[in-house]
Antibody, heavy 126, light 112 residues
Framework: EVQVVESGGGLVQPGGFLRLSCVAS????????MTWVRQAPGKGLDWVSYISSSGSTIYYTDSVKGRFTISRDNAKNSLYLQMNSLRAEDTAVYYCARAYVYYDSSGLKNDAFDIWGQGTMVTVSS | QSVLTQPPSVSGAPGQRVTISCTGSSSNIGAGYDVHWYQQLPGKAPKLLIY???NRPSGVPDRFSVSKSGTSASLAITGLQAEDEADYYCQSYDTSLSGSWVFGGGTKLTVL
């Protein structure tokens, strides 16, 4: 079965840190770009970070730049999100998702997030 | 404020057709990037529903279809069923920032 499973969430104080993990199975992890998406309680989906299949290209949403670090270990089929200097507004369910990449007729690269984990809850509160 | 704009809620009776709009700009949908749609059932993780030009992952019924024009896209659901009650999100890529995937704010579909 193709799946990704997140772990590492929990309760942390403002200014603290957490490391989220995502283990993939059922597909060739090293061939896929991966992403983290979060969802604050009662709110919508919010893209957080992206990493290319080799790990050489990385992007972050502005609100986490300088605080979060995405990484991957293809030998362990694992994706990580190191979250430092956590703030109350980082409280959310964090989802790991696989990016399905394809090119349209004009050659434009598109990414659809086709496999999602069940999510791991991060609560930042004193 | 989401980069892609969706109506907060829509509703319809069983068997009816509903549409959910997703309005972007020249830096995302208008730039030619495809729009993808996700369904999130209550208490569950999001699930890819349709990507690009009505490409449906295995198991997604053809009651779900999409259209796109200019800076907007729409998801249509025909033959509405109680199990369709969920939150729906559109997603695309935005060129205004380097590496930026964007979502709509989500639309709650209520089956009356």
């Amino acid at each position: 079965e193709v799946q990704v499973v997140e772990s590492g969430g929990g309760l942390v104080q403002p200014g603290g840190f957490l490391r989220l993990s995502c283990v993939a199975s059922g597909f060739t992890f090293s061939s896929y770009e991966m992403t983290w998406v979060r969802q604050a309680p009662g709110k919508g989906l919010d893209w957080v970070s992206y990493i290319s299949s080799s790990g050489s290209t990385i992007y972050y949403t502005d609100s986490v730049k300088g605080r979060f670090t995405i990484s991957r270990d293809n030998a362990k089929n694992s994706l990580y999100l190191q979250m430092n200097s956590l703030r109350a507004e980082d409280t959310a369910v964090y989802y790991c998702a696989r990016a399905y990449v394809y090119y349209d007729s004009s050659g434009l690269k598109n990414d659809a997030f086709d496999i999602w984990g069940q999510g791991t809850m991060v609560t930042v509160s004193s | 404020q989401s980069v892609l704009t969706q109506p907060p809620s829509v509703s319809g009776a069983p068997g009816q057709r509903v549409t959910i709009s997703c309005t972007g700009s020249s830096s995302n949908i208008g730039a030619g990037y495809d729009v993808h749609w996700y369904q999130q059932l209550p208490g569950k993780a999001p699930k890819l529903l349709i990507y690009g030009n009505s490409n449906r992952p295995s198991g997604v019924p053809d009651r779900f279809s999409v259209s796109k024009s200019g800076t907007s896209a729409s998801l249509a659901i025909t033959g509405l069923q109680a199990e369709d009650e969920a939150d729906y999100y559109c997603q695309s890529y935005d060129t205004s920032l380097s590496g930026s995937w964007v979502f709509g704010g989500g639309t709650k579909l209520t089956v009356l």
